[in-house]
T-cell receptor
Framework: QKEVEQNSGPLSVPEGAIASLNCTYS??????FFWYRQYSGKSPELIMF????GDKEDGRFTAQLNKASQYVSLLIRDSQPSDSATYLC????????????FGTGTRLKVLA | GAVVSQHPSRVICKSGTSVKIECRSL??????MFWYRQFPKQSLMLMAT?????????EQGVEKDKFLINHASLTLSTLTVTSAHPEDSSFYIC??????????????FGPGTRLTVL
């Protein structure tokens, strides 16, 4: 089992719809969770981070964390063609370290 | 704030040569920087953690004699790919932690360096 897993996609959604991206992780002791967006040929850019169970909203983005079920998700409301990118989930697995473990990423396509 | 730069952005070299990539934190101090490698259609793979003033910590399977890391100051880390070969062609990305930032766990990424070895 991989430490951080994501469905590679592509996930296709129509413009204006909600895109739902999921990430599961294997280490129950994981502390910090990050969602990054990466356009082709570019480096990742942070969308948001979440540390506590529940939802965290920032504009059109909502991150959801469920530590009991060991998953973190990202919802993108009112999806736009410019949201088409690869979305990377990153997890810090253990307290006291700061290393990210990245998932394989989910490619999102928002269809105009 | 929290800007990380990398230089060069793109480099093409002949097999057997060495290539140095610089990673700088422009507006904050970074005691820890990270080096990643990304092959096409794959995710980022952590190569090593670079700590200012001490030896880098390499991930399993990464040759420390081939990928030399130096973190001589709080704003600069360098990665040298020694005797590069075509299989080293990849996208190299660095990141840095801002200890005084709002999210001390967050890593700020540089724009990446595209290395092509002929």
């Amino acid at each position: 089992q991989k430490e951080v897993e994501q469905n590679s996609g592509p996930l296709s959604v129509p413009e204006g719809a909600i895109a739902s991206l999921n990430c599961t992780y294997s280490d129950r002791g994981s502390q910090s969770f990050f969602w990054y967006r990466q356009y082709s040929g570019k480096s990742p850019e942070l969308i948001m981070f979440i540390y506590s169970n529940g939802d965290k909203e920032d504009g059109r983005f909502t991150a959801q964390l469920n530590k009991a079920s060991q998953y973190v998700s990202l919802l993108i409301r009112d999806s736009q063609p410019s949201d088409s990118a690869t979305y990377l989930c990153a997890v810090i697995l253990a307290k006291g370290t700061y290393k990210y473990i990245f998932g394989t990423g989910t490619r999102l396509k928002v269809l105009a | 704030g929290a800007v990380v730069s990398q230089h060069p952005s793109r480099v093409i070299c002949k097999s057997g040569t060495s290539v140095k990539i610089e990673c700088r934190s422009l507006d904050f101090q970074a005691t820890t920087m990270f080096w990643y490698r990304q092959f096409p259609k794959q995710s980022l793979m952590l190569m090593a953690t670079s700590n200012e003033g001490s030896k880098a910590t390499y991930e399993q399977g990464v040759e420390k004699d081939k990928f030399l890391i130096n973190h001589a100051s709080l704003t600069l880390s360098t990665l040298t790919v020694t005797s590069a070969h075509p299989e080293d062609s990849s996208f190299y990305i660095c990141s840095a932690r801002d200890l005084k930032g709002q999210s001390y766990n967050e890593q700020f990424f540089g724009p990446g360096t595209r290395l092509t070895v002929l």
